[in-house]
């Protein structure tokens, strides 16, 4: 799944805020990994649905469909950008994929026990997560699982910049509560002391981590520094919603830029980019 849940931090109807598949997918590999490493902990064995909350462009959706032929998968999505990729990618029609957000999505819609619940970077846009988990959990066949995975990064240079460079700006009060909104996330043991109390006493049906990833950029010297190519698909999304003018939009991103360059400075290799994840899963009995 991907960081994928749509958000219109000023206008709704600000396309300049919407989602881009294509700069998403710059780091495609480095998005997919806790992914991969997030459903490689789901004990659920042969589920019939399998849902996917905030599915994205729908390439790590496909591999839901690869792991479990036989489920009824559904990908879901706020986004019409990502979502009309994900049509596109899925040419044998093998996944539902459906537009609707977080907030409003019920799993009562499938008409069908869901077996498989998993929502990947995706609940920090999502301020309310905490009380719809309980929802969600609720909504699981026995033996079913909920697997969720949120960023943990945001205190690090790269969000802290982001933050510092917007208050200075003199539309800071426009961009301050787009920028709040997404970091929505709780530490591990809130998401550890919920699950355990709605799934069964056993204290192995829930597991949850962090895991930070050192990711390594490319960075050719007379390109945008690869710290902003990440955010710009993600993180700085409630920024671009309102600084619709351009030369606005890129002073912004210049005075970001010049703070990234010293934060992450460029090697022989890439750019250094270390980035912590929080993962937890939980089964029903």
């Known amino acids: 799944m991907a960081e994928s849940e749509n958000l219109a931090p000023a206008d709704p109807g600000s396309r300049a805020s919407a989602w881009d598949p294509r700069q998403y997918a710059r780091f495609g590999d480095h998005r997919g990994r806790p992914f991969r490493d997030l459903v490689a902990q789901v004990p659920t064995a042969d589920p019939k649905v399998v849902v996917d909350l905030g599915c994205g462009a729908g390439d790590l959706t496909l591999t839901l469909a690869e792991r479990w032929p036989d489920a009824r998968v559904v990908g879901i999505d706020s986004s019409p950008e990502m979502l009309a990729r994900a049509r596109e990618t899925d040419g044998a029609g093998r996944v539902e994929w459906v537009e609707a957000a977080a907030e409003t999505w019920g799993p009562a819609s499938l008409v069908a026990p869901v077996d498989v619940l998993v929502t990947n970077a995706t609940l920090q846009w999502v301020p309310s997560h905490l009380r719809l988990i309980p929802t969600w959990v609720a909504a699981l066949a026995p033996g079913g699982s909920f697997a969720m995975q949120v960023p943990a990064n945001f205190?690090?240079?790269?969000?802290?910049?982001?933050?510092?460079?917007?208050?200075?700006?003199?539309?800071?009060?426009?961009?301050?509560?787009?920028?709040?909104?997404?970091?929505?996330?709780?530490?591990?043991?809130?998401?550890?002391?919920?699950?355990?109390?709605?799934?069964?006493?056993?204290?192995?049906?829930?597991?949850?981590?962090?895991?930070?990833?050192?990711?390594?950029?490319?960075?050719?010297?007379?390109?945008?520094?690869?710290?902003?190519?990440?955010?710009?698909?993600?993180?700085?999304?409630?920024?671009?919603?309102?600084?619709?003018?351009?030369?606005?939009?890129?002073?912004?991103?210049?005075?970001?830029?010049?703070?990234?360059?010293?934060?992450?400075?460029?090697?022989?290799?890439?750019?250094?980019?270390?980035?912590?994840?929080?993962?937890?899963?939980?089964?029903?009995?």
């Open 155 to 285: 205190d690090a240079p790269s969000h802290r910049l982001m933050r510092e460079v917007a208050a200075r700006h003199p539309r800071a009060e426009e961009l301050r509560p787009g920028l709040e909104r997404a970091q929505a996330v709780a530490l591990p043991e809130t998401y550890a002391a919920l699950l355990l109390d709605l799934v069964s006493p056993a204290l192995d049906a829930v597991d949850v981590w962090q895991t930070t990833y050192e990711h390594v950029l490319p960075a050719p010297e007379g390109e945008r520094h690869p710290v902003l190519e990440w955010v710009l698909g993600t993180g700085l999304r409630p920024v671009l919603g309102v600084l619709t003018d351009e030369a606005e939009r890129e002073a912004f991103l210049a005075d970001y830029a010049a703070e990234l360059e010293l934060a992450y400075p460029r090697r022989s290799f890439g750019v250094l980019f270390p980035f912590t994840r929080t993962f937890a899963v939980a089964q029903v009995g």
